[in-house]
Structure formats: structure tokens, C-alpha cells
């Protein structure tokens, strides 16, 4: 945990995002001394697409972007630009799939304002959830609730697409 932050300071951030919303203060506790406050620049890149995951990350201040770079490390995918995906803000996760899978990042995520995040390694945050069905319950849902906001979204955005195509 960083030097600007003490414990008690991270549990409230958390408890105010929607990832650990309806979480009591003991289970958010069940987390302990596994979150990592870390500050991040403008340009400064969070995840590397194709990287491994190694965590799951709460902004909690500034703003990152979520994109497809230009230059992909997978050789099957060509693009001929960066692709954003999103924009994240205050309060907003990313690298949730690290908790589902062991599969590299599908995207990068680079600092557009300067801030920081917390962020909770893979195996700590699967192994809380492992061990208390209550807590994974709760995430679990808000997860599903936000990643299913995210493909409404990313619908909405391909028929927009689609309609501009002709």
C-alpha cells in the first residue's frame, strides 16, 4: 500500500465503487493489506495489450483510456489506427478478466489525467472470493452488471458504426 494512503483511506475509496458496492466494511477488510495505491502521468501506460494480467485496478482519481493500439502484438489483428474503447474514470475498473481467466490483456489502458488507482493482485482477489461466497456473490454481480453496461455500449457503438458505413 502507498505512503499517501492509510488502510482505512483505501477501504472507503473501494467501499464508494461499484466493483465492492454492498460490501460491509469487515468483508471489504477480508481484502487486508492486498491493495496497492499506485499513481499514474498522462501517456503512461497502465496495460499493454497482450500482456499478462496480473490484477484488477480501481481508478480512483484522474482518467484512463481503454484502446486497441495501432500496432498489435497479435499478428492476426491489423489495424490501421488506435481504436479507444473507452474512457475511464473515477470509480471505474478495469482488468476484471484477470479474475476470470488466465488469458492475456484484450486491450491497453494509458493515462489520459494524471491520478491514481488501486489496484489487488489476480491471486489475492481470487483467493478472497474463493474463500467467502458472500463477498463473491456481491462482486460477482457487480461485475456482471457492469460488463453487461460495457457490451450494451460496445453494441450501441458497432451499429452506430454500421449505420455511418451505409
Known amino acids: 500500500m502507498s505512503d499517501t494512503l ?8 473501494v467501499s464508494r465503487t461499484r466493483v465492492f458496492a454492498g460490501l460491509k466494511q469487515r468483508e471489504l477488510q ?22 499478462p494480467l496480473v490484477g484488477f485496478n480501481v481508478v480512483i482519481s484522474g ?11 497479435d499478428p492476426r489483428a491489423r489495424r490501421a489506427r488506435k481504436v479507444t474503447l473507452a474512457t475511464l474514470k473515477s ?3 478495469f482488468g476484471e478478466y484477470a479474475i476470470f481467466d488466465d ?5 491497453s489502458v494509458i493515462g ?19 474463500d467467502n461466497d458472500t463477498v463473491a456473490r456481491k462482486i460477482y454481480h457487480n461485475l456482471l452488471q ?9 453494441d450501441h457503438d458497432f451499429d452506430v458504426l454500421l449505420g455511418a458505413a451505409g
Do not use: H, N, W, Y
Not at 491493495?35 to 497482450?50: A, H, K, P, Q, Y
Not at 482518467?63 to 502484438?73: A, F, I, N
Open 112 to 130: 489520459v489525467r494524471p491520478g491514481q488507482l488501486i489496484m489487488i493482485g489476480q491471486d489475492a482477489f481470487r483467493g478472497v472470493l474463493a
Open 63 to 73: 482518467s484512463v483510456e481503454v484502446c486497441l493500439p495501432g500496432v498489435s502484438q
Open 146 to 154: 457492469i460488463m453487461v453496461e460495457r457490451l450494451r455500449a460496445s
Open 91 to 93: 470509480g471505474d475498473c
Open 30 to 51: 477480508l481484502f487486508g493489506d492486498a491493495f496497492e495505491c499506485m499513481s499514474f502521468g498522462e501517456g503512461e501506460t497502465l496495460l499493454r495489450e497482450g500482456a
Open 6 to 13: 492509510k488502510p482505512q483511506d483505501v477501504l472507503l475509496l
Open 103 to 107: 488469458k492475456p490483456a484484450s486491450a
